[in-house]
C-alpha cells in the first residue's frame, strides 16, 4: 500500500485541527489565509509593520486576544505612529463619557448644598430662643387621664338582687341601706370600685380606659355567680359616661395661675368662690369640657366621654388658659 505525503498546509491545519472547537475545514481555510499573507509579506517585506507581524503570529496561534493586547502595547509605546484616525476616536469616546461624569460632579454638588442648608437651618433655628420659646408657648401642655366613669347593665334570671345576701356573701363588699342604695363592690385588678344596685345598674370607677371598665364588670359578675350559683348573670351596654383627665402647666419660680382675673372676665361662664374652695370651675361655651383651675397651674379636666374630647376641649382652651399665667 503506497503511504500518502502531505503538504505543509495540510500539516499545519490538522495541527491547528487539534484546537477546541475548530473543524478540519476550517483549519484547512485559516492555514491558507495565512500562507498568502507570508507570500505577499516575502513579495514586499516593507508593506507590513513590526507590530502586524507579531499580531499575525498570534492569530496563527489561535490567540486573537493577546494579539489585540500585543498590539494595543506596541500602540502605546510608538505614540508617533499613532495615526489621526485612532486620535480623533480616542477623542469621540472622551467626550461621550464627559456628559455623564458632569452630570455626576452637578448631582453630588447639588446635594452637597441641599445639605449645606439644611445643616444651616437647624443651625439658626437651634440658635434662635425665640422661636423655640414661641413653639413651646404654642403647644398645649399633655393632658393625663386619671380616672374614668363607666356604667353598665347586669342582668339577673332573678329581679331585684338582693344585696343584703350579696352583701353577706362577698368578702370585699360594703353595704349600708340607710347611708347609700347601692352595694361598694371592690376590684383588685383592674384597681377600681363597683356600686351595684337593685336594679342591676352597676357603676365603676377608678379605671383608665373603656377596656378595664368592661373587664372589672365581667371580674364581678363572676364573683356573683361562684357565691349565688341559683342565679345567672351576664353583662350588658357598657358605656363611659365620664373621663377625668389632669394638666400641670410648666410654671416658672414666681409664676401663678391668675384664677382671680380669669373669674373677672368670665364670670358669666365660672363658678368660683374662694372662702368655699380654692378652685374655679370654667364651663366654655361650645366645649365638650370642663375646667377646675387652681393657683398652683393644676387643672383638672372632666366632661368628656372620649379621650378625644379630652385633648381637643383642652387644645381650644390652652390659649385662653395661657394668657393669665403671671
Same mark, same amino acid.
Given at each position: 500500500?503506497?503511504?500518502? !505525503?502531505?503538504?505543509?498546509?495540510?500539516?499545519?491545519?490538522?495541527?491547528?485541527?487539534? /484546537?477546541?472547537?475548530?473543524?478540519?475545514?476550517?483549519?484547512?481555510?485559516?492555514?491558507?489565509?495565512? @500562507?498568502?499573507?507570508?507570500?505577499?509579506?516575502?513579495?514586499?517585506?516593507?508593506?507590513?509593520?513590526?507590530?502586524?507581524?507579531?499580531?499575525?503570529?498570534?492569530?496563527?496561534?489561535?490567540?486573537?486576544?493577546?494579539?489585540?493586547?500585543?498590539?494595543?502595547? #506596541?500602540?502605546?509605546?510608538?505614540?508617533?505612529? /499613532?495615526?489621526?484616525?485612532?486620535?480623533?476616536?480616542?477623542?469621540?469616546?472622551?467626550?461621550?463619557?464627559?456628559?455623564?461624569? @458632569?452630570?455626576? @460632579?452637578?448631582?453630588?454638588?447639588? #446635594?452637597?448644598?441641599?445639605?449645606? %442648608?439644611?445643616?444651616?437651618?437647624?443651625?439658626? *433655628?437651634?440658635?434662635?430662643?425665640?422661636?423655640?420659646?414661641?413653639?413651646?408657648?404654642?403647644?398645649?401642655?399633655?393632658?393625663?387621664?386619671?380616672? /374614668?366613669?363607666?356604667? %353598665?347593665?347586669?342582668?339577673?334570671?332573678?329581679?331585684?338582687?338582693?344585696?343584703?345576701?350579696?352583701?353577706?356573701?362577698?368578702?370585699?363588699?360594703?353595704?349600708?341601706?340607710?347611708?347609700?342604695?347601692?352595694?361598694?363592690?371592690?376590684?383588685?385588678?383592674?384597681?377600681?370600685?363597683?356600686?351595684?344596685?337593685?336594679?342591676?345598674? *352597676?357603676?365603676?370607677?377608678? %379605671?383608665?380606659?373603656?377596656?378595664?371598665?368592661?373587664?372589672?364588670?365581667?371580674?364581678?359578675?363572676?364573683?356573683?355567680?361562684?357565691?349565688?350559683?341559683?342565679? !345567672?348573670?351576664?353583662?350588658?351596654?357598657?358605656?363611659?359616661?365620664?373621663?377625668?383627665?389632669?394638666?400641670?402647666?410648666?410654671? *416658672?419660680?414666681?409664676?401663678?395661675?391668675?384664677?382671680?382675673?380669669?373669674?373677672?372676665?368670665?364670670?358669666?361662664?365660672?363658678?368660683? @368662690?374662694?372662702?368655699?374652695?380654692?378652685?374655679?370651675?370654667?364651663?366654655?361655651?361650645?366645649?365638650?369640657?370642663?375646667?377646675?383651675?387652681?393657683?398652683?397651674?393644676?387643672?383638672?379636666?372632666?366632661?368628656?366621654?372620649?379621650?378625644?374630647?379630652?385633648?381637643?376641649?383642652?387644645?381650644?382652651?390652652?390659649?385662653?388658659?395661657?394668657?393669665?399665667?403671671?
Amino acid at each position: 500500500m503506497k503511504k500518502r !505525503t502531505y503538504t505543509a498546509l495540510e500539516v499545519e491545519a490538522g495541527c491547528l485541527s487539534s /484546537l477546541p472547537s475548530r473543524s478540519y475545514e476550517d483549519s484547512l481555510s485559516s492555514a491558507r489565509h495565512t @500562507q498568502k499573507h507570508k507570500d505577499k509579506h516575502n513579495s514586499n517585506p516593507n508593506l507590513y509593520s513590526s507590530v502586524e507581524n507579531e499580531s499575525f503570529k498570534r492569530i496563527k496561534q489561535g490567540d486573537e486576544k493577546d494579539g489585540q493586547d500585543f498590539a494595543g502595547n #506596541s500602540k502605546n509605546a510608538n505614540a508617533e505612529a /499613532l495615526s489621526g484616525k485612532d486620535a480623533n476616536k480616542e477623542a469621540s469616546t472622551t467626550a461621550q463619557h464627559s456628559p455623564f461624569k @458632569q452630570a455626576h @460632579q452637578a448631582s453630588s454638588l447639588l #446635594s452637597a448644598e441641599n445639605t449645606a %442648608c439644611i445643616k444651616s437651618g437647624i443651625r439658626d *433655628l437651634e440658635g434662635c430662643p425665640e422661636a423655640n420659646a414661641k413653639s413651646d408657648e404654642d403647644v398645649a401642655p399633655p393632658t393625663t387621664i386619671h380616672n /374614668l366613669v363607666g356604667t %353598665c347593665e347586669i342582668a339577673a334570671s332573678t329581679t331585684p338582687i338582693d344585696l343584703e345576701y350579696v352583701y353577706r356573701c362577698l368578702p370585699n363588699s360594703f353595704y349600708d341601706r340607710k347611708r347609700f342604695a347601692a352595694i361598694t363592690i371592690r376590684v383588685t385588678e383592674p384597681v377600681c370600685t363597683g356600686l351595684l344596685f337593685t336594679s342591676g345598674k *352597676l357603676v365603676i370607677t377608678g %379605671c383608665k380606659t373603656l377596656i378595664e371598665c368592661v373587664l372589672a364588670s365581667l371580674k364581678i359578675v363572676r364573683m356573683l355567680e361562684r357565691f349565688i350559683p341559683t342565679v !345567672t348573670f351576664k353583662v350588658r351596654n357598657a358605656v363611659v359616661q365620664n373621663v377625668v383627665a389632669h394638666v400641670v402647666l410648666p410654671l *416658672l419660680p414666681g409664676q401663678r395661675l391668675n384664677v382671680d382675673r380669669l373669674y373677672e372676665d368670665h364670670c358669666c361662664n365660672c363658678t368660683f @368662690q374662694k372662702n368655699m374652695f380654692p378652685g374655679l370651675i370654667y364651663r366654655p361655651d361650645r366645649s365638650p369640657v370642663v375646667l377646675l383651675c387652681f393657683y398652683s397651674g393644676k387643672i383638672v379636666i372632666t366632661g368628656g366621654k372620649k379621650e378625644e374630647d379630652i385633648e381637643r376641649g383642652w387644645s381650644q382652651l390652652w390659649p385662653l388658659i395661657k394668657q393669665y399665667v403671671e
